[in-house]
């Protein structure tokens, strides 16, 4: 039988958008304007998921222009508009494509905003050549290569796109009801066992170095075994995948952003043998270091 994938130590959001990604072939992202989806404790969404990383938008901000462009424009503009809607629209970005724009609302708060899109869409200025190739050119980016980007995306419509988003829209406002009362759970916990609060504080810090739920044990005064069943019950994991969870995250970044070795990362956040760390990696990601690095690695 095919082992269960842990959803407790993953995060829910980004479990739905690959989930309707996967579903409908349209991209999603999420900006997370108030850091709501790791409240309850969950793992900070993949660096893919957090903007838009599609060939034709990296190639719209890879200038300095472009990139201004793209922040007045889905940073500012985009979630300005869906603060103030409150509801699933189609916008249009500086660069032609034509996005749902989802306001993900809990409570009366505006606490992220997710675009469903980075799609061919009959309609969109970006499938026009011409449109598209003074735009590139205002912004001093290669036309043919934006062009070639462009057709490069998978195809939908505007009434699929909102139809999406409306989907969205329910299904997270239900996961930010859940994630907010298991952010409560976690809070609450947290507040009631000091030990617990305090070795989770600690790894937070400490991560990189050779940390053990033993030597922790020491520190607040407590048996290595009723410490592990403490911090399990209070925090949903065991101590040994929080500590994992915070040195995969950090080597996820330093692959992305660094060119860093394999083996110089697993030593810089806390693994002694690259080949451990390795397994780790894949066992929490799927993919193995060097293919997340392919797969994510910047474009410079």
Same mark, same amino acid.
């Given at each position: 039988?095919?082992?269960?994938?842990? !959803?407790?130590a993953?995060?829910?959001?980004?479990?739905l958008?690959?989930?309707?990604?996967?579903?409908t072939?349209?991209?999603?992202?999420?900006?997370?304007r108030?850091?709501? !989806? %790791?409240?309850?404790?969950?793992?900070?969404i993949?660096? @893919?998921?957090?903007?838009?990383?599609?060939?034709?938008c990296?190639? +719209?901000?890879? !200038?300095?222009?472009?990139?201004?462009?793209?922040?007045?424009?889905? %940073?500012?503009?985009?979630? +300005?508009?869906?603060l103030?809607?409150?509801?699933?629209y $189609?916008?249009?970005?500086?660069a032609g494509?034509?996005?749902?724009?989802?306001?993900?609302?809990?409570?009366?708060?505006?606490?992220a905003?997710v /675009?469903c899109?980075q799609?061919? %869409?009959?309609?969109?200025?970006?499938?026009?050549?011409?449109?598209? &190739?003074?735009?590139?050119?205002?912004?001093?980016i290669?036309? #043919?290569? $934006?062009?070639?980007?462009?057709?490069?995306?998978?195809? @939908?419509?505007?009434?699929k796109?909102?139809r999406?988003?409306?989907?969205? #829209?329910?299904?997270l @406002?239900?996961?930010?009801?859940t994630?907010?009362? +298991?952010?409560f759970?976690?809070t609450l916990?947290?507040?009631r066992?000091?030990?617990?609060?305090?070795?989770?504080a &600690?790894?937070?810090?400490? /991560?990189?170095?050779? %940390?053990s739920i033993?030597?922790?044990?020491?520190?607040?005064?407590?048996?290595?075994?009723?410490?592990?069943?403490?911090?399990?019950?209070?925090?949903?994991? !065991?101590?040994?995948? &929080?500590?994992a969870?915070?040195?995969?995250?950090?080597?996820?970044h330093?692959?992305?952003?660094t060119g860093l070795?394999?083996?110089d990362?697993a030593?810089?956040?806390g693994?002694?043998?690259?080949? &451990? /760390?390795?397994?780790?990696?894949?066992? $929490?990601?799927? $993919? @193995?270091?060097?293919?997340?690095r392919?797969?994510?690695?910047?474009?410079?």
């Open positions: 039988m095919p082992k269960k994938r842990s !959803t407790t993953g995060n829910l959001f980004q479990e958008l690959e989930t309707i990604t996967a579903l072939g349209v991209s999603t992202v999420i900006y997370d108030a850091r709501f !989806t %790791v409240r309850a404790g969950r793992r900070q993949d660096w @893919t998921f957090d903007g838009h990383r599609s060939a034709f990296t190639l +719209a901000r890879s !200038t300095p222009a472009g990139r201004c462009a793209c922040i007045a424009s889905d %940073v500012d503009e985009a979630v +300005a508009d869906a103030t809607r409150g509801e699933p $189609l916008h249009t970005c500086h494509l034509i996005e749902a724009v989802v306001p993900v609302m809990y409570r009366g708060e505006h606490i905003t /675009f899109g799609s061919q %869409v009959n309609g969109a200025p970006a499938s026009q050549k011409r449109w598209l &190739y003074r735009r590139a050119k205002a912004f001093g290669d036309p #043919s290569a $934006l062009y070639a980007a462009y057709h490069s995306l998978n195809m @939908t419509d505007t009434d796109l909102l999406i988003g409306k989907l969205l #829209s329910l299904a @406002t239900q996961l930010a009801e994630e907010d009362r +298991a952010a759970n976690r916990a947290l507040t066992n000091p030990a617990v609060r305090e070795i989770a &600690y790894a937070d810090a400490h /991560f990189r170095e050779q %940390v033993g030597r922790l044990a020491k520190r607040v005064r407590h048996s290595t075994a009723y410490l592990s069943r403490l911090f399990h019950r209070s925090m949903g994991k !065991t101590f040994s995948d &929080y500590l969870e915070r040195r995969i995250g950090w080597a996820k330093l692959l992305v952003t070795s394999v083996a990362i030593e810089n956040v693994y002694l043998r690259q080949s &451990y /760390f390795a397994r780790k990696f894949k066992a $929490l990601t799927g $993919l @193995t270091p060097l293919e997340y392919r797969k994510y690695r910047r474009t410079k």
